[in-house]
């Protein structure tokens, strides 16, 4: 891993600085993403499917969600890298999902990624939106974590919001690609990212900014009301976890990581060396792995997925 030192850290944060209003509300993103779409959400009817057996090898990607699938601060400061990304990145070092199943030259023509870094569970109804006119065999979906990374836990997405959102995101591929393949990821244990991230002074520096701050906000106070929010926002994680199991289970072209991703345990080499949150490249690859063992397995309910070391 890349060591940077003093200098550049103060350059990134005052950088980072001028982005405070977009990191807060972010949550545990920043800038970046891909073209936008019409705004706007209403409830429709439950996404139903034809019963279909599932495709172990599709033969298009596209991929919606966050800062992890735009791979943001893998590379560089307060900069998304897509093409390390573990959904539709082009970099051998990580092996993509659309690298192992399309290869180098059918992932460059055939995957997209419409994810945006900032985005919450209710920017996914237009991501898919995007993503379904491609009709793609398989869409790639990690969303969630920005509900919870609030500037406070009060803020949070509520966990029936959350699910009409998801229902509407759902609804909106179905639409148009009744079809396409949806691999859904948890979201991951961000007091687990807190716990590894306080231990480093850098890390803080940058977590000061307000990124997540629901569960950021001074990382080094172990007392009864700091220990209780960050709780409340793992709680919340959970629920919403509950919820992407749910909603997928109900599709019959759906399936969910068994919350692989939120009960890994990511160690510090797995993070990014810039704010110690997101994943890093080692990270990335980690990613397509574990989504890439649940798209191809006959059987998914009987996978054994890595969950880390410590």
């Known amino acids: 891993m890349r ?6 850290r103060a350059v990134a944060v005052t950088a980072a600085a001028a982005l405070l209003g977009i990191v807060g509300t972010a949550g545990c993103d920043a800038v970046g993403g891909n073209e936008a779409a019409p705004t706007g959400s ?7 499917t034809e019963a279909t057996t599932w495709n172990l090898s599709p033969n298009s990607i596209a991929a919606v ?7 943001f601060d893998a590379c560089e400061a307060l900069s ?11 970099d051998a070092k990580v092996d993509s999902l659309a690298l192992r199943l399309l290869g180098k030259s059918g992932a460059a023509q055939r995957s997209w990624n419409y994810a945006k870094t900032g985005a ?8 898919l939106a995007q993503a379904a006119t491609k009709k793609p065999e398989l869409v790639t979906m990690l969303a969630g974590a ?9 803020a949070m997405t509520s966990v029936p919001e959350f699910r009409a959102q998801f229902e509407d995101a759902m609804n909106t591929l179905r639409e148009t690609s009744p079809k396409t393949q949806v691999f859904v990821a948890s979201v991951p244990d961000l007091k687990r990212l807190w716990s590894i991230g306080r231990t480093n002074e850098e890390s803080k520096e940058m977590w000061q900014l307000g990124i997540c701050s629901s569960m950021l906000a001074e990382p080094d106070d172990l007392g009864a009301a700091a220990s209780s929010r960050r709780d409340k926002v793992q709680d919340r994680v959970k ?22 991703v939120y009960k890994y345990r990511f160690d510090a080499a797995q993070l990014s060396t810039v704010d110690w949150f997101h994943p890093s490249t080692s990270g990335q690859k980690l990613l397509a792995e574990m989504a890439y063992r649940v798209v191809t397995a006959p059987k998914p309910d009987d996978l054994k997925l890595p969950t880390g070391s410590g």
């Open 42 to 48: 209403t409830s429709r009817s439950k996404p139903s």
């Open 120 to 127: 919450q569970m209710a920017e996914l109804d237009d991501q």
């Open 146 to 154: 920005n509900d919870a990374c609030q500037p406070t836990v009060a």
């Open 65 to 71: 969600g966050d800062s992890i699938t735009r791979a």
């Open 239 to 260: 629920e919403y976890n509950a919820v992407l199991e749910d909603v997928c289970e109900k599709d019959k072209l759906c399936r969910f990581d068994g919350g692989a």
């Open 80 to 90: 998304d890298c897509p093409k390390v990304s573990w959904a539709t990145g082009s």
């Open 3 to 8: 060591r940077r030192g003093h200098r550049s």
